[in-house]
């Protein structure tokens, strides 16, 4: 991964700091702990619960300390069930508590989609905004660690598909600081995917003051002017590698927010370059891929240059270990597509 | 009648019962004074005439849908009874007793069948909350006793003394979220107790095709909580036990499962025709003898609590009521189409506004895919 600390540069505006503030230098399995001990000393009403979370801390080790720290009704290890770790944090949430439940992968919350999407993103509208549902599902996604079946998945679409809830995904450190409390604060249920293969890939300095990070707006991660890289998570860095290796000014965008989009600030930049390549581990039928093509296609058609490409994984079943490199979208895929549509001429 | 039926199995009836079908009193009646038992003979009552007045606006097409208790009043009303205010009901489609026991009005319960948006019925009807909290009603039943034991699961870690209760049915032990909540509610010892509204049947399917457990109850034993089984037609025998449920929970001693027996008489709902898959003509008599309604008016004539005179009184009343709460429900004017985009996230997003714009648009006769630059535009 190496150091990429001049693309990782503090945007301490968006956080409302000093232009200097103390930072300490940490990967983002650990920015993801910190952030969790800062939101449940700021309130009580913050519990965690899921999985090998508490004397263990967390198979990645998110959780550890904690419970230590805030004792067994805060930080809450559960039976073997994600269905009953969902259910049970929306029944918690429905009483005015704030539970972040944590699945141990995202391929591992399949038999939870009962609760989530029968309680967990209805009830604010069934009630007619009268139960609140302020609940936080961490979820590590993504492949590229060399794991068993299931514990690669990149399945967002699945939840941007469905409406009441938000889907945040965090591609560095000090994002990540912002984003999960801005998450854990927001009174909406959202979905805050953490970038597996990039737990500990990358440190950056990250402010030791409290922060949030808005859920609404895209991040320009870096400014060019011929072709927009749409990206998320741990493809950022993919987009970073590729932009510094092709023959072309790369602005690249990171989502951050899933669902809703930033429409406005992908659409400012397409207008702008007149190129995009979207990067995605998800598989490309219905990836967000699609539907940032198609959103693209309704609203900057005649402001580009090349038809959209999309560097996804495949159509296929994450495949093993041995060839996964070559499922997973990688810098030359990402620089293959870049080249692509600034090669072609209509 | 076709062969295709299902033959019906009755369950056994070894369970807890205090009134028999007769209306004679086999054991000790649970200490209510008469205010009390008349308030629960009054609720009884207008849940029949509730649910007997739905089924008509449901046959003129005002309702879509009407799923009734009709046979099955004295389980959801006995467990009810025995809570206290600022306590949590988890409900479903057939526990009307414990809605109008707590003062749920009558005319938001008419509006959860007509179909309208929850803004929209919230805003119209000018209603008071009731002294107990109702999470919005199950429509698929289980997932509801996960969120209870959550819901419980709160009240344990924050140290309050009030109690959740949750009703299930019999198909709905068959669902995960059923187990999940029965295996939590065991681990974290929550304060909440349990009812499986045992009807024997599931829309088109019997109990014997749901589990092949002799009874419902004994399937909390495994997940290590205690556990009753009474005659769910007997409205102080579900009262009795839910009483000590909620009293174990209050205290601290854990989550109680209440398998009540009692009978589905009519069809799922008004969508549904039974004719097709049960053949009931021995089991409708047999359970028609053992109507929770007769038995508890039998026996409240036999110790003087209920007389004609009063009985007229509380038919005029729940009539009154009923037709004042249609009158309230009818009144209610269609929602705004734009409301379905109410209340998704708290905040509205670019597709949000422009999507209502786009709806709007052509609500007024005007094309909505106008906007080629995502710059957006008036509705």
């Not at chain 1, 805060?74 to 704030?98: F, H, K, Q």
């Not at chain 1, 600081?177 to 737990?199: C, H, M, Q, T, W």
């Not at chain 2, 069948?113 to 803004?119: R, S």
Request: aromatic share 8%.
């Amino acid at each position: 991964m190496g150091s990429e600390s001049e693309q990782l540069e503090l945007n301490t505006d968006e956080m409302s700091m000093e232009s200097e503030p103390d930072t300490e230098e940490m990967n983002l399995i650990t920015a993801v702990n910190r952030t969790l001990r800062q939101e449940m000393n700021r309130n009580e009403s913050v519990r965690l619960l899921g999985y090998d979370i508490g004397p263990l801390g967390g198979v990645y080790r998110g959780t550890e300390g904690l419970l230590e720290e805030f004792g067994g009704e805060r930080v809450i290890d559960t039976p073997l069930s994600e269905n009953g770790i969902i259910g049970t944090a929306a029944g918690m949430a429905m009483r005015g508590e704030r539970p972040v439940p944590e699945i141990e992968f995202m391929g591992f919350f399949y038999p939870a989609f009962g609760q989530f999407m029968y309680a967990v993103v209805k009830t604010y509208k069934r009630t007619g905004g009268e139960l609140e549902m302020p609940m936080t599902v961490r979820m590590p996604y993504g492949g590229g660690v060399k794991a068993l079946e299931y514990h690669q998945e990149s399945t967002e679409t699945y939840f941007v598909h469905t409406p009441g809830v938000r889907v945040v995904c965090a591609s560095t450190p000090a994002q990540t600081k912002g984003l999960l409390a801005e998450s854990i604060r927001n009174d909406d249920p959202v979905i805050f995917l953490e970038p597996k293969k990039i737990y500990r890939g990358v440190e950056e300095p990250v402010p030791t003051d409290e922060y949030t990070l808005p859920l609404d707006e895209a991040r320009v991660v870096r400014s060019g002017s011929d072709v927009t890289v749409l990206t998320w998570g741990a493809m950022v860095h993919q987009a970073n590698a590729a932009a510094a290796d092709v023959d072309a000014d790369v602005e690249i965008i990171d989502l951050r927010s899933l669902s809703p989009l930033d429409i406005e600030t992908i659409l400012d930049s397409v207008s702008k370059t007149g190129r995009c390549v979207v990067l995605h581990e998800a598989r490309r039928t219905l990836g967000l891929g699609a539907e940032l093509s198609a959103l693209i296609n309704e609203y900057a058609l005649d402001r580009l240059k090349a038809p959209i490409k999309r560097a996804t994984g495949y159509d296929a079943h994450f495949p093993g270990h041995d060839i996964e490199d070559d499922y997973l979208p990688d810098d030359d895929r990402a620089r293959y597509a870049i080249q692509a549509v600034m090669n072609y001429e209509f | 009648m076709s062969q295709k039926t299902w033959a019906e199995e009755r369950p056994p009836e070894d369970f807890y019962r205090i009134l028999d079908p007769e209306g004679k009193l086999q054991t000790d009646a649970p200490e209510l004074a008469d205010d009390e038992l008349l308030e629960l003979y009054r609720t009884f009552l207008s849940t029949r005439v509730l649910e007997e007045k739905m089924l008509n606006m449901q046959r003129s097409g005002e309702v879509s849908l009407v799923a009734r208790t009709f046979g099955e009043e004295a389980t959801p009303l006995g467990g009810a009874a025995a809570l206290q205010s600022d306590d949590w009901i988890f409900y479903t489609y057939r526990q009307t007793p414990a809605l109008l026991y707590w003062d749920l009005p009558m005319a938001e319960v008419i509006a959860s069948a007509t179909g309208h948006e929850p803004e929209t019925i919230a805003e119209q009807l000018d209603t008071e909350d009731p002294p107990v909290n109702f999470p919005p009603g199950y429509t698929p039943i289980g997932v509801n006793v996960t969120n209870a034991v959550g819901s419980a699961m709160a009240d344990a870690f924050n140290d309050r003394d009030t109690v959740t209760m949750v009703f299930t049915g019999d198909g709905s032990t068959s669902q995960g979220s059923f187990h999940d909540g029965m295996n939590f509610a065991g681990v974290f010892d929550v304060p909440a107790v349990i009812i499986c509204q045992n009807n024997q049947w599931a829309i088109s399917e019997p109990s014997q095709r749901q589990t092949a457990s002799e009874t419902f109850a004994q399937k909390a034993d495994a997940y290590g909580l205690p556990n009753e089984r009474v005659d769910g037609n007997d409205v102080f025998a579900v009262y009795e036990k839910a009483s000590e449920a909620v009293e174990r929970a209050r205290s601290g001693g854990g989550a109680t499962f209440i398998e009540c027996v009692t009978y589905r008489m009519g069809a799922h709902n008004t969508s549904d025709n039974p004719d097709l898959y049960r053949d009931d003509s021995e089991q409708r008599e047999y359970w028609e003898d053992r109507d929770p309604v007769d038995r508890f008016e039998t026996y409240l004539r036999s110790e003087g609590v209920l007389d004609d005179e009063t009985d007229a009184e509380i038919r005029d009343e729940i009539d009154e009521r009923v037709t004042d709460a249609v009158d309230q429900a009818r009144s209610i004017s269609n929602s705004e189409p734009e409301r379905m985009f109410d209340n998704t996230l708290h905040e509205r997003s670019w597709r949000e506004h422009h999507q209502r714009a786009e709806l709007h648009r052509e609500l007024n006769g005007d094309n909505p895919f106008v906007d080629f630059t995502g710059e957006g535009f008036d509705g």
